[in-house]
């Protein structure tokens, strides 16, 4: 049996140290904006290379806050890739705005950044750009776009943690970058979590609060705030992860370049453009033989997954409001992508198991 991902292999590694830690913190008690949460966003903001570093709830949340914080809302325009989690669209929907979705790269699956520039309108105020399967979107186009045209740039970086442009980290870039750290992101928790960084000073500010229901001074509520705080015990978790995940994210692009050679003539293995570095948050593959060897991998209790298998525009909840919208490149890569099972734990004898299979099938 290869899972997706191995969290269990991933937990006994570090059990001494978290176990440690969650203990400690029970014994503190100060589950609230405790001592870890303070200490994780130290952390992750010195890791990222970030000035400030809020944490919160889930990722969903951190764009929905990042997105209330820029000053976004009705009647604003926010341009995104169809090809992405729902959660990317939902903040946008949130806050009273409308999502503009675009098509992708057929190679990347990021966003297409002339379909992006074309997209802008007089009502545009923002651009989400989501490093899709923990490939940089190219920064540097997006941001001489938000310049030219007095936009924000919102990151979603829900799959890039640790993900850089020339040693500059994705969420960095933008005016906030959006963090996940649901279990199985490249630095996941052991429940929900998430996070916002950004080098703007009044907007962390206001990230502060809105967190925490509109309050600075405890029964003191200047703006109707949420109830979004990243868990006492889950910052211990994070803590201890954060230091390995450099270590990761290197063991990710092992197995990642590992199946690519062995891949070859098989199926489409996923393109690297060299802009930034690729962290394989999924390992995507395209293929026109996908419900043959998804069907033999299962067979072989091996997992396998499709990421994205419906693009936003095609939604139930969408599919009426986008019906003349036509992004055939994400209609297309969504026929015919297929996930394989990665994770830094995952062996190369595993990926040989796996690409047998997928021989086997074809
Ligand atoms: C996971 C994910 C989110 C949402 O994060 P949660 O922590 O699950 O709320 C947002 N955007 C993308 C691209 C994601 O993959």
Not at 57 to 71: P, V
Not at 165 to 190: A, E, R
Not at 220 to 242: C, F, T, W
């Amino acid at each position: 049996m290869i899972p997706m991902v191995d969290l269990k292999r991933q937990y006994h590694k570090l059990k001494d140290e978290i176990d440690q830690g969650i203990l400690t913190a029970l014994e503190n008690t100060q589950f609230i904006l405790g001592p870890n949460v303070q200490e994780f966003e130290k952390e992750a903001a010195s890791n990222l290379g970030a000035k400030h570093a809020i944490s919160c709830a889930s990722g969903t949340d951190a764009l929905h806050l990042a997105l209330l914080a820029a000053g976004v809302g009705p009647g604003d325009e926010v341009i995104t890739t169809t090809f992405t989690f729902i959660a990317t669209a939902e903040a946008i929907c949130y806050i009273g705005a409308t999502p503009v979705f675009v098509d992708i790269d057929e190679k990347t699956f990021n966003m297409d950044l002339d379909a992006t520039e074309a997209a802008i309108t007089n009502k545009t105020k923002a651009i989400i750009p989501v490093h899709i399967f923990g490939q940089p979107v190219d920064m540097s186009r997006i941001m001489q776009l938000a310049d030219k045209h007095n936009l924000l740039v919102v990151e979603d970086c829900a799959q890039s943690y640790g993900a850089d442009i020339k040693s500059k980290m994705t969420s960095t870039f933008g005016i906030t970058g959006c963090h996940s750290f649901f279990p199985s992101k490249n630095l996941g928790c052991f429940g929900d979590g998430g996070m916002i960084t950004t080098e703007d000073e009044k907007v962390a500010e206001r990230l502060r609060i809105l967190r925490n229901h509109g309050s600075f001074e405890r029964y003191h509520h200047n703006i109707i705030g949420y109830n979004s705080r990243l868990d006492e015990l889950q910052a211990v978790i994070l803590r201890v992860k954060l230091r390995h995940i450099k270590e990761f994210n290197h063991e990710r692009r092992r197995a990642a370049h590992y199946y690519s050679e062995q891949l070859a003539g098989l199926v489409t293995p996923p393109h690297e453009d060299g802009i930034g570095t690729h962290i394989y948050h999924q390992y995507v593959t395209l293929t026109d033989k996908r419900d043959v060897i998804m069907k033999k991998l299962s067979e072989n209790e091996i997992a396998c997954a499709i990421y994205y298998p419906i693009p936003l525009h095609k939604q139930p909840v969408f599919a009426e409001q986008y019906k003349s919208v036509s992004l055939p490149v994400s209609e297309q890569v969504a026929e015919q992508c297929m996930a394989l099972p990665i994770h830094p734990e995952l062996t190369n004898q595993q990926i040989d198991q796996i690409v047998a299979t997928i021989k086997s099938a074809i």
